[in-house]
């Protein structure tokens, strides 16, 4: 293991080969593994998660348990507590994921409000800002390329709409419930 700054790996117990550097980067981390945390916070509550990347500050944050995660930008995946296989790029993008897996974004506040669905991909500024917020998690498959495409409506619970492709700068844009869709 490699810690560079203040309290960087501060509760290490088991895990091995993990490299923090920057303030309380992998603090909580106790048995995670494979971890590459560089920015002020960043992996901050990993505890037992493995095979992460998160640079930038507070770039997955949250994370306890989420396992091969690449998080790049100021806050991205900050809420990720255990979602796995997901790359956020961009700052706020899956930001308040929680338990969402195999989801791709690329851009500023890509995906900002999936909390728990799996399959998207956003990619362009607030693409798919307003993705669904249930915390039950669903398999969406939404894809959306383009400023704010498929933003859908400012109430994400009611942006259900599933297995939508929208490519184009406001592509979809007030889509909610609508499923099946090109554009």
Known sequence: ?????????FIYTTGYYNT?????????????????ATGVDALRLNETGNSNTATGYKSLYSNT??????ASGDSALYSNIGGFDNTATGTNSLGLNTYGD?????????LYWNMANDRNTAIGY????????STKGYITCNTAIGTEALKGSNTPNDNTGKHNTAA???ALFSNSSGELNSA
């Not at 293991?1 to 790996?9: D, Q, R, S, V, W």
């Open 65 to 70: 348990s989420g396992y091969r995660n690449t």
């Open 126 to 133: 607030n693409a798919m800002y307003f993705a669904y917020s």
């Open 168 to 170: 184009g700068d406001r």
């Open 1 to 9: 293991n490699t810690a560079i700054g203040i309290e960087t790996l």
């Open 20 to 36: 923090a550097t920057g303030m309380t980067a992998l603090r909580s981390n106790s048995s995670g593994s494979l971890n590459t």
């Open 102 to 110: 195999y989801n791709t974004a690329y851009g500023v506040n890509a």
